[in-house]
Structures are given as structure tokens and as C-alpha cells.
């Protein structure tokens, strides 16, 4: 019941905005909703920040905000401090951004400025209402009464919000936190790389709780139509891109879609503290060092191409905390490589960096999402950061040693989805060749590359797979090349013979496919074939029996195994450093990047290739072709 503080002697209260003659007809149609859920109520006409921060600011209990517009009442959302209930400003900020609004980083401007409700509308909030008090709004509902009907909204909280949101200085970093120990999470049985108590996969899930046309997070998912096979899209107004999920129908696909546009959504440090403008002098002593992941040569920074910044040990730079997997102690990482859509131009206003301009930004470390990886916590999140990472080194290093690789012969497949991926490229008028890449990093990981037989244009496609279970890994990649043979390309082969001419050109990830798409670099792509012929468990021996009974049912236990692997091929040192966000957390998602120094980046452009200065890739190249060219080596095919 509400308390008898001054904000909430009067349970219900107009806003300023409410003209006083409307009183009577609106505020006694919400005491009984107070008295119901035990929450003050504020009414107003339309949108006004500063109403709405004031009430929660002095709230000691729950808060319902509800405005009025011309055709509209918006009962909600219930605000209930302590928990992940959005309030109204959350509410109003996700509009906003699902909408694209102009004034989304303006929330002190009213994007409509009610004149009166319409007449109905009172006697449709009384309907409304009484439906409130069968079923009431759980923390985080919203109910929209409309002349064209009522719905109900889940309300998810906001980084961007200004009421509820974290403060400036909640940003900054103002000590190392304490070290991070690893916790049990027992495995789902079968499968040690993911967590039994975890529902992100359920189907179902994670729609009920995040998707909505109008407030998102997730405005929408979409089925592809072209695909050939079930392939969904999560669309997510705040992330870079749309996450996708490709599986054996729809109903897998949903939540594997929704995962990898939240795990893009990580890629900015949104409520993370960060340690900023220090330079690696002064922070060495609990750092990892920037030269150890890899640098850009001289020329490549020179090149009008290029998006680093060049850097010294003394250069100012911003820091994201992380813990050695080894120890738990935390360490540093440069920013925008813990998270890679940093931006040293803006940090607040996502709007800013739509304005800033290139001229205005800054990378030290020009970098993609290898390496970051969802998960139902930490440890499993840490767990498929590595094996991203496993898989593109493997890739990248297979690929720049540009020598022959054992293969499995595509008719040994017994898996059902893998052999229909394989006709099917086959009927586009492409060969398949699945070659084995795993090298130091024992994990397996799978090289699928297919050529066309047909038509000297597109000439090859690739795409790579790892995993726990080798057939799982050569399905996923399977899949992907899949979706390269049967896409319409969009691209002239004179388009690309300019690249084979001047490979500075490739500046993009889609110029990677399209660099490796001409016949002039057919015999390149194929430098990795004529390997032996082996078998699936020799190529892949035990696997996945040896990794479950090293996790002893537990995914901790399967990381720490993965660790080891690691650590055999001298990667001794894995910092993770934790993006998961607010946002994150209230869905049940956790998302992390796994930083290696020493190990391959994949890197996209010509002139992004961090390659400089990794010993183990000088000693992978050691005895081939490759051995003394220059950096940076051919591009690469990778999607």
C-alpha cells in the first residue's frame, strides 16, 4: 500500500500538463488501480522528462505512470524499484529507437504534443481498467487503451534511459575490481558446452520476453525466404546488425537469432566502467600489452585505406577491465579491442556518432567480432569465445601457409542436413571440399570450400565451422557456404577484378567474398587442397567423447579443458573481459570476448591486417612459400 511520505499522501497526482478541469474525469478512475498494486500513480497529458523523473526520483515503492494522449491512454509501465522493470522513460526511449525518431536522444522534447483525449477515451480507460484489476500489470507491463483496442507491452530497461538509467560517472572506472573465480554450471547432459538451467534456446523464450513492434528491444523476427533452409533475423533497433539464426526449423532458429543480434548489441561498452586516457606506461604493471595482439605495419598505417591510429607506448588510450581465466586477477585491455564498435569520439550519445564523421574518430585497434560469444553466464559465454577464436586461427593460419590439407571426403558424411547441404551446392554447379584445419589449438575445426565447376564467375566460396562435435562444426559451415552458392551475387566480376589488380581495394568483409569470387584468384583458394584423404575420426579422434569426460558434466569443466588446449599450443594467457550490460543481464544473456595475445586476428581490409609481430605465425609459415613475403598476405576468403 502506499506510504504516507509527502509524494505519496495523495496516491494518485496530476501531472502539470493535466488541465485541471479533466481532473475529476480522469485521477478517481486510478485510485483503485493504486490501491490494487500498491503503487503511487502519475497522470498526465503526454510526455514531460522532468514529471517523470521527479515521481520515481522520490518513489520508496512502486511507481505507475500513465499519459494521455489525443487517442491514446498509456497505463505503465509499472515501475517497481530493485528489479528490471523498465519505467516510463524506458518505455520512451525504446519508442523512440524503434521508431528511428529524430528526438530519440532528446527526451526533453515530446515527439507529439497532445491537444485533448478523444472523447471515448475515458470510458474505454474504465473498460481497460477493470480488465487491470483481474489480471494486473506485472513490473515492466504497460497497457495501451486505444479507440482501436488494448495491448499489452513489456517494458525492458534502458542504458540510454535518463531516469533510470546509470549516471556519468557511473562509466568511469575508479579501481580494479575484485578478482573473478570460476563457478560451477552444470552441463546439459550430452552436450558439455551448455548449461542445463538455461531456457535462452527454449523455444519461445526469448521472444515472450523481448520482442515487440513498437518498444523492442527486439522490434521484430523475420523469416528468410531465399535461404535454403530455416533461417530467421532478429531485428534490434540498437545493434549494428541483424543477428541470424540458421537450424533445421523455425521454431530452433528464433532464439539463435535473437542471441547473436544481442551479442553484436555488446560489441559498445553502454554501462561497463572504463579506465580512460592512460597510456600502456602507465598502466603495464596490470595490462596485457597492445604490441602482443598483433600490429599494422608502417606502410598499412600509411595507406589512405587504413582506419588505425598509430600508437606508442606513451600514446593516451582508453581501457576495459578483464580477468585472466588462469588466476582470475583482473587486467586491462585496450577499449577498442575488448569491445569492437568502440568509439573514442562519443560514449553516451549513440546519435553523436552518426554526426562525428571519420575525421572525428580514432582506432587503435580496427577490429570485428571474433571472439565475442553469448552465453547463459560467463563461463559458457567464455567457453564459445575460444572456440571462435580456435576456428579463426585455425582458418587464418591454414589459409596464409597456403599448403595442402588433409581432407574428409564429402561422400563419408553420414549426417542427414550436411549430406542435403552438400547436393544442394552440388545442383548449383560447385564441388565440395571439407578440409581439416585444425592445427596447434587442438579443437576440431572444418575448411569447407567449394568450386565452381560450371561457370568460371563466382569461382569459389568458403566458410569454417568448430566446435565441440565435428559433425555439428561441419554442419554450421556447411550451412554458411550453403547461403554464399544459392544468394544472388551482387557484384560485377569487373567489380572485383579491380581488387585482384590492386588487393588494397578490399576494404570490407563483403570484399573478402568478392576478392575470392574471381577466377584470377581461383588457384589461390584452392592452395589448401590436395591434402590426404582421412576419415572424420581420424581426422577429429574422439571428439566430442574427450571433451565430456574432461567436463565431468560441468561447462566450467569443459572451459578449463579448452583452456588447456590453449595453453599446449603457448596461448598461456586468455583475459575475458565481460560485456554483458544491464540489458544483457535482464534477459538472461551474458556476453564476453575472450582476448588472446598471440593468437590470429580476423581482421577485414587489406590494409586492417594485425599481423605484425605474432612469433607463432612466423613459425606456422616457417618452411612454405609464404614464408618471406611481406605483410600483409593475400586476403582472405572468410565471410
Known amino acids: 500500500m502506499p506510504t504516507t511520505d509527502p509524494i505519496t499522501e495523495n496516491p494518485v497526482q496530476a501531472g502539470p500538463a493535466l488541465p485541471a478541469a479533466a481532473h475529476d474525469d480522469w485521477l478517481p478512475a486510478f ?29 520508496h515503492g512502486p511507481h505507475l505512470s500513465v499519459r494521455l494522449y489525443d487517442d491514446e491512454a498509456m497505463v505503465g509501465p509499472l515501475w517497481a524499484p530493485g528489479t528490471s522493470s523498465g519505467c516510463a522513460a524506458c518505455a520512451e526511449v525504446r519508442e523512440r529507437t524503434v521508431l528511428d525518431h529524430p528526438l530519440v536522444g532528446d527526451l526533453t522534447r515530446a515527439t507529439r504534443v497532445p491537444a485533448a483525449p478523444a472523447p471515448l477515451l475515458p470510458e474505454l480507460l474504465r473498460t481497460g481498467l477493470a480488465h487491470l484489476a483481474d489480471r494486473p500489470l506485472a513490473p515492466g507491463e504497460a497497457y495501451s487503451v486505444t479507440v482501436r483496442g488494448t495491448r499489452r507491452h513489456r517494458i525492458a530497461r534502458s542504458f540510454h534511459c535518463p531516469v533510470c538509467g546509470p549516471a556519468p560517472e557511473d562509466l568511469v572506472s575508479t579501481g580494479a575490481p575484485a578478482p573473478r573465480a570460476l563457478r560451477s554450471r552444470p552441463a546439459v547432459p550430452g552436450d558439455a558446452t551448455r548449461t542445463a538451467a538455461s531456457r535462452l534456446v527454449e523455444p519461445g523464450f526469448l521472444r515472450d520476453r523481448l520482442v515487440d513492434d513498437r518498444f523492442g528491444p527486439v522490434r521484430a523476427i523475420l523469416r528468410e525466404s531465399h535461404a535454403p533452409f530455416a533461417m530467421s533475423m532478429a531485428v534490434v533497433a540498437d545493434a549494428p546488425a541483424m543477428g541470424h539464426g540458421r537450424a533445421r526449423t523455425f521454431a530452433e532458429t528464433e532464439p539463435v537469432a535473437v542471441l547473436e543480434a544481442y551479442e553484436r548489441l555488446a560489441g559498445y561498452p553502454y554501462d561497463i566502467p572504463l579506465v580512460t586516457r592512460r597510456s600502456y606506461r602507465e598502466v603495464a604493471g596490470h595490462a596485457v600489452d597492445p604490441d602482443t595482439l598483433g600490429r599494422y605495419t608502417a606502410e598499412q598505417l600509411a595507406h589512405p585505406t587504413s582506419r588505425a591510429t598509430p600508437f606508442t607506448a606513451d600514446t593516451p588510450m582508453d581501457w576495459a577491465w578483464g580477468h585472466d581465466l588462469a588466476d582470475g586477477r583482473p587486467l586491462l585491455v585496450p577499449a577498442d579491442h575488448a569491445f569492437y564498435q568502440y568509439e573514442y569520439a562519443f560514449r553516451r550519445d549513440r546519435r553523436a556518432a552518426r554526426v562525428a564523421g571519420a575525421a572525428n574518430r580514432r582506432h587503435y585497434f580496427f577490429d570485428c567480432s571474433s571472439g565475442c560469444a553469448v552465453g547463459a553466464n560467463y563461463e559458457e559465454a567464455a567457453l564459445h569465445s575460444l572456440f571462435e577464436l580456435a576456428e579463426r586461427d585455425a582458418f587464418l593460419t591454414s589459409w596464409y601457409r597456403a599448403a595442402p590439407l588433409p581432407h574428409v571426403p564429402v561422400a563419408s558424411l553420414t549426417d542427414p542436413t550436411s549430406r542435403a547441404m552438400v547436393e544442394l551446392i552440388r545442383a548449383r554447379g560447385f564441388d565440395v571440399h571439407l578440409l581439416v584445419a585444425t592445427r596447434d589449438i587442438g579443437l576440431p575445426v572444418v575448411w569447407v570450400i567449394a568450386v565452381n565447376e560450371k ?17 555439428a562444426a561441419i554442419r554450421g559451415a556447411l550451412r554458411e557456404v550453403a547461403q554464399l552458392v544459392t544468394n544472388p551475387v551482387d557484384w560485377t566480376r569487373e567489380q572485383a577484378e579491380r581488387m585482384a589488380e590492386d588487393p588494397w581495394l578490399v576494404e570490407e568483409l563483403e570484399d573478402h567474398v568478392r576478392f575470392s569470387s574471381i577466377p584470377e584468384t581461383r588457384d589461390r583458394a584452392l592452395a589448401g587442397l590436395g591434402g590426404p584423404a582421412v576419415t572424420l575420426e581420424e581426422a577429429f579422434p574422439d571428439w566430442p567423447g574427450r571433451l565430456e569426460r574432461a567436463a565431468a558434466g560441468d561447462v566450467r569443466g569443459t572451459l578449463e579443458y579448452v583452456v588447456s588446449l590453449f595453453a599446449d599450443a603457448g596461448l ?27 593468437i590470429l586476428p580476423m581482421c577485414f581490409g587489406h590494409a586492417q591486417q594485425r599481423l605484425d609481430g605474432l612469433p607463432r605465425l612466423q613459425a606456422a609459415l616457417r618452411g612454405t612459400d609464404q614464408e618471406h613475403r611481406a605483410i600483409p598476405y593475400d586476403p582472405h576468403p572468410f565471410p
Not at 31 to 56: C, F, Q, Y
Not at 457 to 467: I, L, V
Open 572 to 598: 598461456e594467457r586468455i583475459v575475458v573481459v565481460d560485456q554483458t550490460t544491464r540489458e544483457h543481464a535482464d534477459a538472461g544473456i551474458a556476453v564476453t570476448r575472450a582476448v588472446v595475445p598471440g
Open 31 to 59: 485510485a483503485g488501480l493504486a490501491r490494487a498494486t500498491g503503487a503511487t500513480v502519475s497522470v498526465n497529458l503526454g510526455w514531460d522528462l522532468a514529471w517523470e523523473r521527479g515521481p520515481i526520483d522520490a518513489a
Open 455 to 471: 561457370n568460371p564467375f563466382p569461382a569459389t566460396f568458403s566458410s569454417a565451422g568448430s566446435g565441440a562435435d565435428p559433425e
